[in-house]
């Protein structure tokens, strides 16, 4: 326990133990070193303890422990989050209350094709649980085998999959939320018609834990599909695979259910540091286009569809070259270049990453304008960019010169924050796509965000957490 620990301190760290288990109740410092620290080390913090409960019960017992003494409440999943908000602010009086125990699918319903998993469940393991009834559940990213659907939930989670499927939101039918003063919001009916008043589950979505801690949820489940179909294309021209989606998404009816696009540099440095990384083609071209599309049946007409398509790009030049998997293991091939681009750029140095949206009408227009303003910043910068071209969804992270001293790149942060996110004001796009805002992004959102919108978010918050318990200092602005 640390030394600084008051008396009051001690009497609720000893409630805590009385309520969840000793075992349960971590207060060591370099014991809760994990759950301090997220994965980018941009912020680190400082907490009483880490509490583990088992179930909602638990929870709830915790969270009413935690409003008498007046210490506030960081809920964490996976601790995947890249922008600090499941991190404790040091200066705050708080416990970090782990979801993970709360693992458990309580049921799995083909007839309505849903699903009701505890917060602390694996993505990977929702998925499989899924498959297991022959039905997909398509939220996707890289890091789905660590996170937990809780976390998703909080940051309202994008992915692959979101062009057909929609991120995390549209995949909750009804959530389990213990709210600040301990009572519990039960809504895991999934229900698809129930206009009853106010939609309350979409409040807690995409709010980080900020206006209470997600238990459970009921989620959208889909038929699985029998074909996939997988390509990988090299481009001149944003603009043009942009043409080209919306003419497979016309021409399929719908059935394209990935389209990420991938820059020259991140094809690089996923060749150059990923195992097991080959270049689907030999052509070198600025852009790559990653196109899958799925379907139910056995027919080939999906098949033929893509292959028309792609024959009649490279006949009129805006496909300059591509190939399509011929069967699933070649397809994940692809797949993985892509997942390990944000691993490899690790290994070029330092990284000022940003998560935005654009319309996707105006995403080429952005790319293109907003790259030469980098380059007339600092020569030599590489932009790494890559992400949900579907969606209008673009990882637009850069990668310091090479030789640069990192720190000092690093220090550029937030003048490279200014040019990117006042070129996406511009283009009336986003500065937080599906990573959330955390800590990293308040100031910005501060920024950006409409005073209207801000005042009515700071209203919600004092209305459903007057004590400010719930991850104080994440999302919302300082007045």
Known sequence: MPPSTSLNSVQFLQQLCNLVGADQVVSNTAAMSDWMTEPRGLFTGEALAVVRPADTAEVIAIVKASATAGVSIVPQGGNTGLCGGATPIPKNRSIVLSLSRLNQIRSVNPATNSLTAEAGCIVANIQQAAADAERLFPLSFAADGTAQVGGAIGTNAGGTNVLRYGNTRELVRGLEVVLPNGDLLDDLRGLRKDN???????????????????????????????????????????????????????????????????????????????????????????????????????????????????????????????????????????????????????????????????????????????????????????????????????????????????????GRWSTFNRIVHDQVEKFGGSISAEHGIGQLKRGELARYKSPVALNLMRQIKQAIDPQNLMNPGKVLPDE
Not at 266 to 289: I, K, M, N, V
């Open 196 to 410: 009853t008043g106010y939609n309350l589950t979409h409040l807690f979505i995409g709010a980080e834990g900020t206006l209470g801690v997600v238990t459970a949820a009921n989620l959208k489940l889909f038929a699985a599909p029998s074909q996939r179909h997988t390509a990988w294309l090299a481009i001149n021209r944003i603009a043009d695979g942009i043409d080209l989606l919306i003419d497979l998404q016309q021409l399929s009816g719908g059935a394209v259910s990935g389209c990420e696009l991938i820059s020259a540099t991140s094809l690089e440095f996923a060749l150059r540091h990923q195992l097991g990384c080959r270049a689907p083609l030999e052509t070198d071209t600025s852009w790559y286009l990653l196109l899958e599309l799925t379907g139910t049946g056995h027919n080939q007409a999906l098949a033929s569809l893509l292959e028309n398509r792609l024959a009649s790009g490279l006949e009129n030049g805006t496909v300059v070259d591509a190939v399509i998997a011929q069967n699933l293991q070649q397809g994940e091939t692809f797949w993985h270049i892509r997942e390990g681009i944000s691993e490899a750029q690790k290994h070029e140095g330092g990284s000022i990453k940003h998560d935005i949206a654009l319309p996707i009408h105006r995403l080429a227009e952005f790319v293109d304008t907003t790259v030469p303003l980098l380059h007339q910043q600092m020569p030599g910068i590489r932009p790494c960019i890559f992400g949900h071209l579907g969606d209008g969804n673009l990882h637009f992270n850069l990668t310091q010169p090479a030789g640069m001293d990192k720190a000092e790149f690093l």
